[in-house]
Structure formats: structure tokens, C-alpha cells
DNA sequence: CGTACATTTGAAAATGGTCAATCACAGTGG
DNA sequence: CCACTGTGATTGACCATTTTCAAATGTACG
């Protein structure tokens, strides 16, 4: 049976680059073909919005490659960002009527985006899936009680150097989770200002701790987007 | 097929208290019993440990009264609480290796355990348990996903604010989480040492706006572990 | 009735936020 | 090619809030 839409090759999910990661890792191909059918890839500009706060739950996404942002408007007009989203991450709200943060890209990415609605029944359909789904969720869940401690326990250094190796984990090539191989220099996917609102801190502190760490000798910053870590151990003693 | 353990009587389920909002709440009669011979019900003191951080994850829960904390030990020994979970709510990491947190009775409570293997194996033989799972922790997060808000963003006095009408709102009679029939006299389950905890606080701090609000009559205080809301709307403007 | 523990209160110190000024740099147009 | 401009980043001075440290006060329970 063929079912590739008109713009996507037959094989396109089995040439996914985030395949074996991504939630859709364990159906087989003719599962697969069929997924295929009822999604589409997308590619996002840096800066542009995929879902919007409070919206009606449209769509749902495997993220490919790039990064994107959760996040929140608060009462006083500042935002708070809920979580990175990095490639073969699920993105979106299934099984709910409204989505509870906006999402933008925050590099250029591509993503590979369902309809909430067809992607609700193939998931209700394929239990291998949903299970998958659910691994996921699970994690992403104790991820986020992780990054509770940061912001509820942390100082401003904690914080900041805990995001730096972070970042130079999930930034790494290859995609794979260790320190061993996680890159030292990293091109920042976020602003000061954005960086505030995922640590919970003003502007003016992001940056008063990069030029703290930098004359420290723990990190270079080659320019305003770019960082080297240049003493992992001593940052690592830094994040506690 | 009679398969309810000897401990137990047949329709156990059936009369469950959480039976309609828990996971189980989709199940049909045959599957019901047959989670009811993978599961007990176990009583739980005030103060005793289900689960420790760190260990082997052997179990699952359904809460079926009481509250319980989620915790976990930070290196300079300070503790944090990752979450609360109230009746109907779902305790465990299912499809892990280790339990992510400690968990530890605050009130006397009764749970309903399984083994992590047999619920592992029961939900991926029944799709319609594993949904309402995946839903709830889909819940879940988003629920984690705004207490990071408060962690972050709102300062002792907005915490405070929502915290009591948080726990106003679990802790009304029915389960019913809405603010109409909240509770307005509660007993604390929690020290003022654990809301501390819970809110990212000092132990003073938390007692110091106790005092505060008490002193503008937003809330009364009969004894160190009751609380009457006194300013319902009062109280939620300081909430922003 | 006394002891242990939780809570409250007070004063000092530290941390991060706010406000304001300056700096750096990319893009634009003369 | 270079000054100009706008945005983002940095820096400084001051201030508010919360933490820390210390002491006093309750309260429960043997």
C-alpha cells in the first residue's frame, strides 16, 4: 500500500535522521508508511511561532533538528520558559484541548508535525506508540522535577553553570547524552534574555555571571552567541 | 474466573473510593479484577517511607486517601519536594530503572501497590490502563510545568498565596478541583519546615508570612496545623 | 512538670533585582 | 569606506527581599 503524501518520499520516515531516538524508534514499516501519511515535515525559521499559548491543541511534532522553546506569559508581561525542546524530542500537548505553552523555534529547525487529531488516533491505534509516548513523557516528566531543584534551590552561579553544561551535552554532535563527548565550544540558541527566563534570573545577572566565569578562566566567550568551556571539572564543582 | 488474592474481597475494585478518577477508571469488570490480583492495599503511617530515591523502583501506587510528598536530598543535605500527591493521584515511576525521588506518607494514608513488574506487564497488555496513564502524566506535567512558574517568578508572598489555596482546592471533601467547593478550614499536612521545602523557602520565611497574612486577616491560624481561609479573593489577588 | 522539638521573632548579611548609563556590534545609507 | 543608528549586552550604584544566625517562645508528650 502506498500512502505517502504527494510531497514526502515513500521512505521518508526510514531516512529520518531523528529515527531511532524519535517515539515512532519501535513500529515497523508498514506502521511507518502509514505515520508517514499523516504527517508532513516542516521547516521553522529562528524566531517563528509553532503553537500558540491558550490555542485550540492543533499539532503535535517530532522535533528533528534545531531547537525550540516552551513558554509562558506571566500577569506582569514577563516570560518564563518552561523547557528546550531538542531534536528527536516530542513536542505538543496530545489528548488535551488547549495547549499550555507557546512554542518558537529558536534556531532555524525542522520538525515533523500531525494534526493533534489524526495523531491522536494513530496513537490510540498503535499501543506501541503510545507506549513509547509515554516512556518519553515519564522522563521528560522527571526532567522537569529535576529542573524544579534548579530553580527553586539554586543561586544565580548554580544556575548558570548547571545551563552551560547542559547545553554543551545536548548540543553535542551526535546527539549523544554524556559528558564524554559533549562539546566544548557551542553555538548559544538563546539570547541573555532568554537564557534570564529559563533560569529565572534578570538579564543583567546572566551577564554579570558570564563575565564572572569568563575571568575565571571557566569559559570563553569568543562572541556574544559563542561559548568554549574551557575547565568542565571546575564548573561542574560550580553547579553543585 | 475468580482471581482476587486471599486478603482481599473479590469486588475490592469495585468499591474503590478513587475507582472513577484514578487510572483504573476505564477498565471493565474482568480486567479489574485481574488488576486486583496484582494489587494490595497497604496502610501507611504518617511519616512512613513508601520509596526511597535512588533505589531499585519495585513499586506503584494508586493513593486512595492521604497525602503524600515526593522528594529528593540535595548535596548540602537541604531537602526538596518535587511534588504532593493527593487521592485518585498516580505514585511511581513505571518502565524505570529507579525511583526517581523518595516518597513518604504526611498524613496516615492508604495506598494501593502493585509490583513494578506485574503493573509494567499488566498496562502493556492493556492499552485502555496505559492511555489513562499516559494522560494523566501528560496532566502531570503540565502541572509540574507551572509550578516551576511559582518556583522561578513569584516571590514568598505569591507562593504562600498559592500554596494555601492549592491546598484549599485538593483538600476540599470530594476531590473536586474546583475553588466553589474548596475547603476553607483545612488541617496542614505539612510542617512548616516541609512547605518551606515544597516552596523553595525558608523555614522563617514561610513562618513570617503566615504571620503576615494572618495579621490582615486573609487567613486564620487556630493551631500550627490548621489553616481557615478567611479572604478567599483576597487571597488570590496576592497569588497574581 | 520538664524536656525536646517546632515555631516565631529579631537583627545582620548576602543575594539578586531595578534603574540608568555605557559599550559593542551588525546593518544601513551617505 | 565610514559615520550613524538600533539592538543587545555589559557595567555600576543602589535597593528590596530573602537568607542566615541567634534567641525566645510555644506546644506536645512522656
New binding site residues.
Given amino acids: 500500500m502506498e500512502l505517502s503524501t504527494s510531497d514526502l518520499p515513500a521512505n521518508f520516515c526510514q531516512a529520518c535522521a531523528v529515527r531511532n531516538r524519535a517515539i515512532c524508534g519501535d513500529l515497523d514499516s508498514n506502521e511507518l508508511d502509514l505515520l508517514n501519511s499523516i504527517g508532513r515535515r516542516r521547516r521553522l525559521e529562528q524566531g517563528e511561532q509553532l503553537l500558540w499559548e491558550g490555542d485550540e491543541a492543533v499539532l503535535v511534532a517530532n522535533v528533528i533538528d534545531g531547537v525550540l522553546k516552551l513558554s509562558t506569559q506571566l500577569a506582569?508581561g514577563?516570560e518564563q520558559i518552561l523547557g528546550l525542546v531538542y531534536p528527536s524530542d516530542f513536542l505538543g500537548r496530545p489528548f488535551g484541548d488547549t495547549t499550555p505553552y507557546g512554542v518558537e523555534a529558536l534556531t532555524d529547525a525542522n520538525v515533523c508535525v500531525f494534526r493533534r487529531a489524526d495523531f491522536d488516533r494513530f496513537a490510540r491505534d498503535h499501543p506501541r506508540l503510545e507506549h513509547k509516548l509515554l516512556e518519553r513523557t515519564l522522563s521528560e516528566l522527571d526532567r522537569t522535577r529535576r529542573w524544579m531543584l534548579l530553580l527553586?534551590r539554586?543561586?544565580?552561579?548554580?544556575?548558570m553553570a548547571t545551563f552551560l553544561l547542559e547545553m554543551s551535552e545536548r548540543l553535542a554532535p551526535d546527539g549523544c547524552l554524556n559528558a564524554v563527548n559533549a562539546a566544548s565550544v557551542f553555538a548559544?540558541p538563546?539570547?541573555?534574555?532568554?537564557?534570564?527566563d529559563v533560569l529565572?534570573?534578570?538579564?543583567?545577572?546572566?551577564?554579570?555571571?558570564?563575565?564572572?566565569l569568563?575571568?575565571e578562566g571557566l569559559i570563553g566567550?569568543p562572541?556574544?552567541?559563542e561559548v568554549t568551556i574551557l575547565e568542565r571539572s571546575a564548573l561542574e564543582n560550580r553547579a553543585v
Same sequence: chains 1, 2.
Avoid at 538563546?190 to 534570564?196: A, W
Wanted: positive net charge; aromatic residues 2%; glycine residues 6%.
Fill in positions: 506582569d514577563k527553586s539554586m543561586n544565580a552561579e548554580q544556575k548559544l538563546l539570547s541573555r534574555q532568554q537564557i534570564g529565572g534570573l534578570t538579564i543583567e545577572t546572566v551577564s554579570r555571571q558570564f563575565t564572572k569568563k575571568s566567550l562572541s556574544r552567541r
